[in-house]
C-alpha cells in the first residue's frame, strides 16, 4: 500500500498505455501504508483513477544519497542526452541503488552493453562532455573515450581545436588526427636517424673475453672442471727431431789434369 498523493491532476495518457515511468518511494514507518511518496505523485494518482493494479516503482530505504541517486534516474529519464543518463547511472550505482549494471539495466530498459559504454564517456573531460549529442556524436564521444591515453589526447585537443571554432567534430575527423599523430611519429623517428651524426647504440665487447665466459659457461653446465679443460687444450711438447745420419769418411777431392776426384771410387 502507498500513502495516496494530494492531487487531483489526471494525466490522460496513463488511461491508454499505464504508467511508463517509475514512480520513487521511501518507507514511511506506517505498517498499513508502509510507502511515502518522493517523486510521481501525478503518476499515481492517474493510475487510481483509471484502476491500474500497480505501477513501477523504485523503492528505496530513504537515506539522501538513495534518493538523490533515484531521483536521477527518474529526471535522466525525460531527458535525450546521453550524458544526464550516464551521470544518473553512476549516482546510483555508487550509492548502491543497485547491485550491478546488469541490474540496472533490467530497471531502466536499456541495454548492458549501451550503459557500460555511456558510462565510459564520464572519462572524457568536461569540455568535451557538454558538446555530446550536440556537436560531438555520441558515437564519435564513444570512440575517443576508448582511445589509449596518449592517442585521446591528441584526439580532445584536436576536438578542443575544431569545437572552439564553431564546427562540429565528425567521425572523419577524429580518424584524421590519428593519422596526423602516426605521420608526425613517423618523420621523426625518420629524422632521429638520418640527422644523427653518432650510432644510437653501440656496444663495445672484447671476442676473448667473450669467448671465456661462454667456456665457463659451458664447463658449468657440463659439469667439467675448468682446469681439466685446459690441460686438454694446452699444446703437448714435441718431441726432438732424430739426428741425420753419419756421413762416411771420405777421402778431399783432388784435382789431376783438370778434373776433380771427389773420393767415391777406392
Known sequence: ????????????????????????????????QP??????????????????DTVPAIITDGTRGQIAAASAILNAARSSNPIDGARSWK??????????????????????QTIKKRLKLLDLPEDILVHVGVSVAEGVAEKMANLPADYQADAIDAALR?????????AADLKLSQTRRVEDREDSIDALFDLSPLPLLEITQDPIQELATEVQRLCQARNVPLEHLLDLLRPTPSLPLPAPPARPNRPPATVRDGRVNLGLRN
Open 162 to 170: 575544431q569545437l572552439d571554432a564553431g564546427k562540429k567534430f565528425t
Open 1 to 32: 500500500m502507498i500513502i495516496p498523493p494530494d492531487i487531483t491532476e489526471v494525466i490522460p495518457s496513463i488511461g491508454q498505455l499505464g504508467v511508463l515511468q517509475s514512480v520513487l518511494l521511501k518507507l514511511s514507518g506506517n505498517p498499513e
Open 35 to 52: 510507502y511515502e511518496i518522493v517523486d510521481g505523485d501525478r503518476r499515481v494518482n492517474s493510475a487510481l483513477r483509471y484502476h491500474l
Open 91 to 112: 549516482i546510483a550505482l555508487e550509492e548502491g541503488q543497485f547491485g550491478s549494471v546488469a541490474e540496472l539495466a533490467k530497471h531502466v530498459h536499456i541495454g548492458v
